[in-house]
């Protein structure tokens, strides 16, 4: 199902797996399914630029959390017969007031033994660390223990991980979205690079140049941190409460192996 182009491996059959991080939400396209680029799309357009016969899904949709992402993508995705996946998941378990890791690693796990079987490559995500302060930080330690069982899956399973609690030489409030929540179209180009560079694919994309974040007086801090509570923070916490999801309607912006271009 791959091939050698110049010695080096090309993948024909890439489907994407997961929530808002790999359909991109942060990374505005209105020339895309769902108004969206992301870095799974950026992956594929220059895995696209090494075979003749390139496909590519992306069946996520923000939101959703790992069950439900293995539930709906998991056998459509086998179905493609790949011989690429990514998938990510977790983010929105972890944050949860309560989420049961070992069950979510026991299903994670199956979900990967099903995909390698098939002979497919898979490349896994860790959490990014959202360090000690701000609204994440009370959630670093299940962050930390999620992240533990995804590396020890893909050891026993033979997956690659891109390892985002690892990466240290990028800051993050200048590759994350205004809401704080995903990733800004730097930061989708960022993962983009790290996802080739773990795939052992050489490829010409440097990282974006992006403006330092701004320096704020603590009137400054109060006003964007208001704005941001009433805009992002307080309607996710309704969906929260009232059992709604970002992804309620959403459909995945590439259900089937399509060519680039």
Do not use: C
């Not at 090494?50 to 439900?68: C, H, P, Q, S």
């Amino acid at each position: 199902m791959r091939g050698a182009k110049n010695g080096a491996m090309s993948y024909h059959r890439y489907v994407a797996l997961g929530d808002s991080f790999t359909e991109g939400v942060g990374d505005p396209d209105p020339t895309r399914p769902n108004g969206l680029r992301g870095w799974a799309d950026r992956v594929a357009e220059h895995l696209a630029t090494e075979t003749e016969d390139f496909g590519y899904a992306n069946l996520a949709i923000r939101g959703r959390k790992l069950a439900a992402i293995l539930g709906e993508q998991l056998e459509p995705a086998l179905a493609l017969r790949p011989d690429l996946v990514t998938i990510h998941g977790g983010g929105n378990d972890v944050l949860r007031p309560k989420v049961d890791l070992d069950a979510l690693a026991r299903r994670y796990d199956d979900a990967i033994v099903r995909l390698r079987g098939t002979g497919a490559d898979v490349v896994m995500f860790t959490i990014f660390d959202p360090g000690s302060g701000g609204i994440y930080g009370p959630m670093r330690g299940r962050m930390a223990v999620f992240n533990e069982w995804v590396r020890e899956i893909a050891d026993d399973r033979g997956a690659m991980v891109v390892d985002m609690w690892r990466m240290r030489d990028v800051d993050l409030v200048t590759h994350m979205d205004t809401d704080r929540m995903h990733l800004n179209s730097a930061g989708h180009h960022y993962m983009a690079l790290q996802v080739l560079d773990r795939l052992g694919i050489a490829h010409p994309l440097e990282p974006m140049e992006v403006a330092a974040a701004p320096l704020r007086n603590r009137r400054e801090s109060w006003t964007e941190n208001a704005r941001w509570t009433r805009e992002f923070l307080g309607p996710w916490v309704h969906r929260r409460l009232t059992g709604r999801s970002s992804g309620d309607g959403v459909t995945p912006k590439r259900p089937t192996l399509q060519p680039i271009g």
